[in-house]
């Protein structure tokens, strides 16, 4: 499976190119195009979380009950995907570590990588928030996207990031919850809300917008209903 990144980086779109017999599974709705010979079809199963349970496991957490599965029956199937939000796509390589996603963050994979709903790390300090994180292990490539630009931080000891702001990480990190300010009403007020501390040798991917703000922004703009 090949996979170019056209248009980046505010515009991003993937474009991936199968051999035969190769599957691609993709966010439900992400296609924008494919060659008329692909064999597409839904799926409630999906990594350890399988079948009608897995599928309403994902249900619960906010995301998309199905998932799209791509075939291509020959060579040089092709396949454009682009995310719900403009921004960058980035492609990971799965390793032995695991990768820990922000659900909104997942565009595709190999058939291949595991996908599990449900990280209980961060579930009990975003209880408040929309925000959601996938499990993800296996192998093969993984297609990641950001709301704006995608950056790459190597840490080496300690890193702090809004949780807004994370895309992804390598699950080599350890991390815990800190207020940003010297108090937790202090950083509320000064528009600033939760970040993550991470400890470790590892990858971590961050965005360069927030979507909640911007949709918090955008809704304060519209007419009342």
């Known amino acids: 499976m090949n996979i170019d990144i056209l248009h980046q980086p505010d515009s991003a779109i993937a474009h991936i190119r199968m051999s035969a017999g ?8 992400s296609m924008i195009a494919m060659s008329s010979y692909i064999n597409a079809s839904t799926t409630l199963r999906q990594g350890k979380s399988g079948g009608i349970l897995g599928g309403l496991k994902r249900m619960m957490a906010g995301e998309s009950l199905f998932l799209s599965i791509f075939r291509s029956p020959t060579h040089d199937g092709e396949v454009f995907l682009a995310p719900k939000l403009m921004g960058d796509i980035l492609i990971y390589q799965m390793s032995s570590f695991g990768l820990i996603v922000q659900a909104s963050s997942y565009l595709a994979s190999e058939a291949n990588v595991d996908i599990n709903v449900g990280f209980q790390g961060f579930r009990s300090f975003f209880s ?11 192998s093969g490539q993984i297609i990641l996207t950001s709301f704006g630009a995608i950056y790459e931080i190597l840490v080496d000891g300690e890193y702090i990031v809004d ?9 080599s990190l350890n ?5 940003v300010g010297s108090s937790l009403i202090g950083a509320f007020l000064g528009g600033e809300g939760l970040a993550c ?9 961050c965005q360069t917008h927030n979507a909640n703000a911007f949709g918090q922004i955008v809704g304060s703009q519209l007419p009342a209903k």
């Not at 408040?128 to 296996?138: K, Q």
């Not at 949780?163 to 699950?171: D, R």
């Open 22 to 29: 190769e599957e691609l599974v993709a966010e439900a709705g």
């Open 128 to 138: 408040g928030e929309s925000i959601f994180w996938l499990d993800i292990g296996g």
């Open 163 to 171: 949780t807004g702001h994370i895309v992804a990480f390598e699950k």
């Open 175 to 179: 991390f815990s919850i800190t207020k």
């Open 197 to 205: 501390r991470f400890q470790g040798k590892g990858r971590l991917f």
